[in-house]
Nanobody, 124 residues
Framework: QVQLVESGGGSVQAGGSLRLSCVVSGLNFDDHAMGWFRQAPGKEREGISCIISSGGRTYYDDSVKGRFTISRDNAKNIVYLQMNSLKSEDTAMYYC?????????????????WGQGTQVTVSS
């Protein structure tokens, strides 16, 4: 059974930082690209960052580029999202997801396993 468990969310003031973690089990972690998505209240879920299976290439949505950093530890089956310079518009539920292939995109259709999410709230 594939499981993805996110942690690290919370409440922070604008300009602050948080580090999200996602522990993955039940699949060959280093065969799969990983992505981070978020869903704000009243909005559709959007892809914000992904990392290929080897960790050698990353992608970011323009809304987080330069502020967020995705990384992975294939020895520990963990993917991280370091979030700096947080803004109120970053407030959302954040989800990690495992892609069905080694190459990544920011499209939900490319992901087959999802975590339950962790809430991030940024106050201004």
């Amino acid at each position: 059974q594939v499981q993805l468990v996110e942690s690290g969310g919370g409440s922070v003031q604008a300009g602050g930082s948080l580090r999200l973690s996602c522990v993955v089990s039940g699949l060959n972690f280093d065969d799969h690209a990983m992505g981070w998505f978020r869903q704000a209240p009243g909005k559709e879920r959007e892809g914000i960052s992904c990392i290929i299976s080897s960790g050698g290439r990353t992608y970011y949505d323009d809304s987080v580029k330069g502020r967020f950093t995705i990384s992975r530890d294939n020895a520990k089956n963990i993917v991280y999202l370091q979030m700096n310079s947080l803004k109120s518009e970053d407030t959302a539920m954040y989800y990690c997801a495992a892609a069905w292939r080694s190459w990544c995109s920011l499209l939900e259709i490319d992901y087959e396993n999802w975590g339950q999410g962790t809430q991030v709230t940024v106050s201004s």
